[in-house]
């Protein structure tokens, strides 16, 4: 919100600096984005009126004005005639205009025309154009610091056309009155109060205890009835309040430069004088106003209601837009006027033969209007105060305003009365605030006077005694509705600055949620198997999946997708981090990266494939990728081991898979683990399973495992590698995290050291080249059936002259240890010889010697 201190000062008095001004304002709650002066660098530049133009005789777009700048000395100032010749190729200029113009050894802040802006300004010095005479420059409102955006619309693509209230010879600066400093203030969602002068003014008001001053509203010659011109019909609930005010014998023309100049301090350009206004009231009240020509609304009627899906409408800006069902539209008894708190519309706009007027104030629905600015496409500063709401009790005032400000500047003559449709008038609603509570929250001690007198300050009426306050803010104060609202009130103008400092009271202590340090476990254990780090974006292309061959009909397909995207390159949302992993390893490689291992940790997204209005599902993954050096299968699988160790995850196993796309077929395995689950109903499928196996046996107490699916690994298929140009082996794991962190059981539970030594033995076996190490693990495991196995570790796989085809040779290290003895060969032996008829009987195992 662009504030000029000098237009401010209509409403309130401000005696200080604008650096104290500004100080306290953010003091007291209102921040602000700069404070600029404006006006400056203009020097020796004064006002003339052009008397007589001649063309030039060398050049055609060219003309000789003889300039009147009253009694001003000047160089080249014909002593006879007191004219001043100055030569320019604009285009607006007529002879008896009031122009800006620049004496010789004048200063003003530039840039020219088509030039760019100068550090310090341009200098203008007397000199000759194609052979004739020029004792200076006529000049356009950019070249006097004027931003193009709020150059006046008569001035826009020429010389600064000013009105003739100006006398020849006086100073440009003081004349115009150009110094001036504006303050852009940055106006939260909840103070739409304060898009307004009066508005600011109340906060100035409040904040330096000075007097607030409204503008005049009274008109002095009003006659007839509006009724007897104009009808309105409310048709939607969409529509708060609706009033019209008519104004006849209008006159188009320039605006006072007074009003003129205080919207171009607003960041407004100047059009004619009924635009301006109602601009101007807008800017004033915060109350968007519009107005019709009345004779382009048939049936002399107004009428508020919806539009019809299909519907069209062509704007002010020229633009036919469609429209959509529900979208609020001002119409005649025919056919639609303007998108109502939007735009209006370009047959029923103001025109030089304008007569009489139609003066809207009205107040719609903020979230309707928000919603039909988006869908248009079209946000202007109407419809930017509607959708932040607007008090409807503005309406009557803002119309009153509108026809004084008519009357005032002799643009016409005001119909007395209104037509005003208001079914639900708004008032608000008493809060509650206590003196007690407000000392305490704001850590001060005031007394209640001083409470009171703050609130009335902000035109709020306060009732009740002793601790209790009843507060009713005035109904432009749409953001007090509780005390808190009060506290912030009596907080801010007391000063925020001038609050006792104290520390937070309470014992509460901070802590990482679970899931956070389990990740922090994850981090420290890659990063210390030297693993680096890396972090890819969320938003990635959906051909990340086609390069890794992912299965059409896969879940890694279910994206979330942009809804506006910058390009293809971020279109979704990922799925899975392998394609990331892919990516950065290639980047690294195609730099002569010789080895690389790397880890992330990320979300991954998934779409609800059912329910497109369902919220997608947000998870976390961790991705580990490696090549180069000694880096191959195991290596990765130990960097997954260790991870799962680590969480506490203590049965797991890993399954060969030959049928995912992104991994070799042969060297790819999924990443199962085993969580304990004592409640046996809940697993009738593995109940049956140990009863075929082993007969009916009271299960009571016994330890099931439910299998979990937590991951994938592998060496990358060579197509996949060939996609993102990697030239050697590639391995790559990818871990559902979140799964992780549920099963996961990182309680350190105290095992005294063993007593009793432990005992081994190796064994060599020949079985089928499709037999599983895990499978052999398992078999082991189970035909052992006693507590004094301890551990089964695979050390070696063998192929070679010894081994038949289609043979391999798998060994293994069975430890024996028991808690309360030294065990024997004897105790070993029968247990070794189960383990040994399994192995034989269930795979067709046979022993190898060692």
Excluded at 405 to 425: F, H, M, N, Q, R
Excluded at 719 to 724: G, N
Aim: glycine share 8%.
């Amino acid at each position: 919100m662009l504030v000029s201190l000098e237009w401010l000062k209509d409403y309130t008095d401000i005696k200080v600096s604008e650096t104290e001004f500004a100080d306290a304002m953010v003091m007291s709650g209102s921040n602000l984005e700069t404070v600029e002066k404006v006006g400056e660098g203009i020097e020796n530049v004064v006002v003339g009126r052009i008397e007589k133009i001649e063309q030039h005789p060398d050049a055609d777009k060219l003309v000789v004005c003889q300039i009147n700048i009253g009694n001003r000395e000047a160089a080249g100032r014909d002593e006879e005639t007191g004219l001043l010749q100055i030569v320019t190729g604009a285009t607006n200029v007529y002879e008896g205009a009031v122009v800006p113009v620049c004496l010789h050894n004048s200063r003003i802040p530039g840039p020219l025309h088509g030039q760019p802006k100068v550090e310090g300004g341009v200098k203008i010095t007397k000199g000759k154009l194609r052979g004739v005479a020029s004792y200076g420059m006529l000049c356009g409102p950019q070249e006097l610091g004027l931003d193009d955006k709020v150059a006046p619309y008569i001035s826009k693509d020429g010389i600064w056309l000013l009105n003739d209230e100006f006398e020849p010879g006086a100073d440009l600066t003081e004349a115009l009155g150009l110094e001036d400093t504006v303050i852009d203030f940055e106006i939260t969602p909840n103070r739409p109060d304060c898009l307004a002068m009066i508005g600011m003014a109340r906060e100035a008001a409040a904040t330096f205890e000075t007097e607030l001053r409204y503008p005049e509203t009274e008109c002095e010659n009003e006659t007839e009835n509006a009724a007897d011109y104009i009808s309105v019909d409310v048709q939607s609930d969409l529509c708060r309040r609706y009033t019209a005010r008519i104004a006849k014998d209008i006159v188009i023309k320039q605006s006072p430069w007074w009003l003129q100049k205080r919207l171009i301090r607003a960041g407004m350009r100047p059009i004619n004088n009924i635009v301006d206004i109602t601009n101007f009231v807008m800017m004033e009240y915060g109350q968007p106003m519009h107005a019709f020509d009345i004779s382009t609304l048939a049936g002399n009627r107004v009428v508020v209601k919806t539009a019809k899906a299909g519907d069209t409408f062509t704007t002010l800006d020229g633009t036919q837009r469609e429209l959509e069902e529900g979208m609020l539209m001002i119409c005649d008894a025919e056919k639609a006027a303007a998108v109502a708190g939007v735009m209006g519309g370009l047959d029923s706009e103001i025109r030089d033969d304008t007569t009489t007027i139609v003066i809207e104030a009205a107040n719609f629905n903020g979230d309707s209007i928000r919603q039909t600015s988006k869908k248009l496409g079209l946000r202007t500063e109407a419809s930017a105060r509607f959708e932040k709401g607007i008090d409807p009790n503005l309406c009557e005032k803002a119309a009153d305003r509108m026809c004084r400000l008519i009357e005032l500047t002799g643009s016409g003559k005001v119909v007395a009365g209104s037509v005003d449709v208001y079914p639900v008038p708004y008032e608000s609603t008493p809060v509650h605030a206590r003196v007690s509570r407000i000392n305490k929250v704001l850590g001060i001690d005031v007394d209640r006077e001083y409470m009171v007198k703050v609130l009335e300050n902000l035109e709020m009426a306060v009732e009740g005694e002793g601790d209790d306050l009843y507060v009713t803010a005035p109904t432009v104060r749409q953001d007090i509705a509780i005390e808190e609202d009060i506290i912030e009130e009596i907080g801010r103008i007391y000063g925020f600055d001038m609050l006792p400092v104290t520390q937070p009271k309470g014992d509460t202590q901070a802590e990482k949620p679970f899931t956070w340090q389990m990740r922090d476990l994850a981090r420290n254990a890659m990063t210390g198997m030297g693993l680096t780090e890396i972090q890819t974006y969320s938003f990635v292309s959906p051909s990340g999946v086609d390069n890794c061959r992912i299965a059409e009909d896969s879940w890694e397909r279910s994206f979330v997708r942009i809804i506006n995207p910058l390009g293809d390159e971020t279109s979704v949302m990922r799925t899975l981090l392998t394609p990331n992993m892919l990516e950065v390893l290639s980047r690294n490689f195609t730099r002569n990266i010789p080895c690389v291992k790397a880890f992330e940790i990320g979300n991954t997204f998934m779409a609800d494939p059912f329910d497109d209005k369902a919220l997608p599902q947000e998870s976390h993954s961790l991705s580990i990728g490696a090549y180069g050096g000694d880096e191959d299968f195991y290596s990765v699988k130990g960097y997954v081991t260790e991870v799962l160790d680590l969480m506490g995850i203590s049965h797991y196993e890993f399954v060969a898979e030959s049928d995912y796309g992104t991994y070799h077929p042969g060297r790819c395995a999924r990443i199962v683990a085993k969580v304990p689950v004592k409640r046996i109903p809940a697993l009738e499928g593995l109940k049956q399973l140990v009863e075929e196996e082993n007969g009916p046996e009271d299960t009571a107490g016994k330890i099931f495992y439910d299998e979990v699916e937590i991951g994938i690994m592998g060496e990358i298929h060579p197509d996949v590698a060939k996609k993102y140009q990697l030239k050697t082996r590639v391995y790559t794991a990818e871990i559902m995290f979140d799964t992780l962190c549920e099963i996961s059981n990182t309680k350190k539970v105290y095992v005294p050291l063993p007593k009793f030594p432990s005992t081994s033995r190796d064994i060599a076996l020949l079985v089928d080249e499709s037999t599983e190490a895990g499978t052999i693990e398992k078999v082991i495991v189970s035909a052992a059936d006693s507590d004094i196995l301890k551990n089964v570790a695979l050390f070696d796989v063998y192929r070679g002259k010894q081994v038949e085809a289609g043979k391999k040779s798998v060994a293994f290290t069975l430890t024996y240890q028991d808690s309360e003895k030294t065990l024997t060969d004897e105790d070993v032996a029968p247990v070794h010889e189960r383990v040994l008829d399994a192995l034989k009987e269930k795979l067709g195992a046979v022993l190898r010697e060692m």
